[in-house]
Nanobody, 126 residues
Framework: QVQLAESGGATVPAGGSLTLSCVAS????????MTWFRQPPGKEREGIAV????????LYDDSVKGRFAISQDSAQQTMYLQMNGLKPEDTAMYYC???????????????????WGQGTQVTVSS
């Protein structure tokens, strides 16, 4: 059984930085993709970054491109999201998700994932 656990959420001022972590158990990083989603208050859950099996491919939503960086440490069974230049519109609950097999196509669609963490809250104050 795959279990994912996010941590690192906090309240930070605009322009600040934060690193989120997602520890995985029951999951091999070579099985498929791991993805960061976020859900702002009252809005749909949106995919913001994905890392492929083995870490060879990383894709980002335009809203975070150049500011956020996804990475993984398979030895630590942990995926990270380094967030720089945070903006108030980045305020959301952040989730990690994992999908086995083919996962790059439509990586940003949350309904394609069945393995989720419980989320960690990021609040950016203006």
């Amino acid at each position: 059984q795959v279990q994912l656990a996010e941590s690192g959420g906090a309240t930070v001022p605009a322009g600040g930085s934060l690193t989120l972590s997602c520890v995985a158990s029951g999951w091999s990083f070579r099985s498929g993709c791991m993805t960061w989603f976020r859900q702002p208050p009252g809005k749909e859950r949106e995919g913001i970054a994905v890392i492929s099996s083995g870490g060879s491919l990383k894709l980002y939503d335009d809203s975070v491109k150049g500011r956020f960086a996804i990475s993984q440490d398979s030895a630590q069974q942990t995926m990270y999201l380094q967030m720089n230049g945070l903006k108030p519109e980045d305020t959301a609950m952040y989730y990690c998700a994992a999908r086995a097999g083919e996962c790059i196509l439509l990586w940003f669609v949350h309904s394609r994932y069945t393995n989720w963490g419980q989320g960690t809250q990021v609040t950016v104050s203006s």
